[in-house]
């Protein structure tokens, strides 16, 4: 176990091990994103209340859970980071906020422009809606956190405290908001009796979600490799390999 | 043990009240944003009534994150925060010492000036003791919740307007109880259910919020 942690925690390796994979989960992403796309959009079946805009929950629900996949990876890391020291840990944890601001966002985004046709509004104050709304807020929290402590390690300590603070925080905010909202909301708009999803539904929108999964990969694969080599720029494998690409 | 925490309070409240006037400022605060919204929401006694509690609520909430950050601040400029730690008594009591000093200076001053203030938004009679019972249960958990904020951010030049970033989404919880108690009680409606969660949340926080203090500020430090 610890040696695999020496083994995959050194940033040289780490580095290589990134640059050799990430063509690979990438190209998985690209196939599984024009396989899932093409059979949520075109080939799975109109929903019979709904009509053809429930489609956009393929990339809705894929979105929202990635939004909170993604934090609870920075908490891991960040668990890691401060027992463990890892510089790894760190890169990952720094490199995935970003990504998972935005996957909020867009679930954000897609719901409202779905609800606008559906609930005839863009915005209601739901329990979901606004406990995702205060989870945007989180992540933009943590980025700020990074960006005003010059220190990089520093930073990446400091952010592992606040993503493990938020974590605990994310259940209490979620029930407190579910609870507060039934009881201000009369008639509820969310509760669509919709029928238990088809096959033909849920096979794509499996396939999206393993595709956003895989691009996450790649994506922080590809951005903690920036950071570990703006970290170890003074490092001589750092060094060999600048000298080595000529640039 | 018990010393070390007597002193670190003890320290702290001189340090609070020889700065007579810096105590006023988070109270002073809070009434001016309360003054501000019959102002801006027309005098009306029904609408006031209405939203009273959640005005009370988000003002607190605003007045004692924006004293939050003296919390820390002059004791790590002078580095005498450096030394509480460098001691060999546990961190998160002399911090949790330290929240309980900051929390008797500018928490406890806006639960006492805030039935003035439920008068002023025409709040029922009623629903004062509600009103009181949430601000002692919630101020003292924003206090324990903001004081990992300001152990963060508290080795940086500009850290105010990142500290609210930082400690306000966390604050949802706390807001959403105590503003529905009030309205609870306004409307004649059961309270302890809100009341209670309000103390689990204060529980929650008393236990963990000094170790999360205790561990930012030896990241902040260094």
Do not use: C
Request: aromatic share 10%; charged share 15%; hydrophobic share 60%.
């Amino acid at each position: 176990m610890f040696h695999w942690i020496h083994k995959y925690g050194s940033p040289k390796y780490f580095y290589h091990f990134s640059r050799r994979w990430t063509p690979w989960i990438g190209g998985l992403t690209a196939l599984l994103l024009v396989v899932g796309l093409y059979w949520g959009l075109v080939v799975a079946p109109a929903d019979y209340q709904q009509g053809d805009s429930y489609r956009i929950m393929f990339v809705h629900v894929p979105a929202a859970w990635m939004s909170m996949f993604v934090y609870m990876a920075m908490a891991v890391s960040g668990v890691i980071v401060l027992v463990w020291r890892m510089k790894v840990a760190e890169a990952f944890m720094r490199a995935s906020a970003p990504l998972g601001a935005s996957f909020t966002f867009l679930a954000l985004v897609t719901g409202s422009l779905w609800g606008k046709p559906m609930w005839g509004t863009y915005w209601v104050w739901d329990a979901r809606l606004t406990s995702e709304l205060i989870l945007l807020f989180l992540y933009l929290g943590f980025i700020a956190l990074q960006s005003a402590v010059e220190d990089r390690r520093t930073a990446a300590r400091a952010g592992a405290v606040l993503a493990l603070v938020g974590v605990v925080n994310i259940p209490i905010i979620h029930y407190s908001v579910e609870w507060w909202s039934t009881l201000h909301q009369g008639a509820t708009v969310t509760k669509i009796d919709a029928p238990s999803i088809t096959l033909d539904m849920l096979l794509p929108l499996l396939i999206m979600a393993v595709a956003f999964t895989t691009y996450f990969v790649t994506v922080a694969l590809m951005r903690a490799r920036v950071e570990i080599l703006e970290a170890e720029a003074n490092s001589n494998w750092a060094r060999e390999l600048a000298d080595k690409t000529g640039d | 043990m018990r010393h070390a925490f007597a002193a670190v309070l003890r320290r702290d409240l001189t340090l609070a009240l020889r700065h007579r006037s810096e105590l006023a400022n988070p109270l002073v605060f809070f009434i001016v944003v309360v003054t501000l919204f019959p102002l801006a929401l027309g005098p009306e006694k029904d609408i006031l009534m209405r939203v009273a509690p959640g005005i009370i609520w988000v003002a607190a909430l605003l007045a004692a994150t924006l004293s939050m950050d003296r919390m820390f601040r002059m004791d790590f400029e002078d580095g005498s925060l450096e030394q509480l730690l460098l001691t060999h008594h546990p961190p998160s009591l002399l911090v949790l010492a330290k929240i309980v000093a900051h929390w008797l200076v500018t928490g406890l001053p806006l639960i006492l000036v805030s039935p003035l203030l439920a008068l002023l938004l025409h709040l029922p009679l009623k629903a004062l003791p509600t009103l009181l019972a949430s601000l002692a249960l919630g101020t003292p958990v924003m206090s324990l919740v903001g004081a990992i904020g300001v152990a963060l951010t508290v080795g940086l030049r500009r850290g105010g307007m990142l500290l609210t970033l930082l400690v306000l989404p966390l604050y949802v919880p706390v807001l959403i109880f105590a503003a529905g108690a009030v309205d609870n009680a306004t409307a004649e409606l059961p309270v302890a259910g809100q009341l209670y969660f309000l103390a689990a949340l204060l529980v929650l926080a008393l236990t963990l919020a000094p170790i999360a203090t205790a561990a930012s500020l030896r990241i902040s430090l260094g």
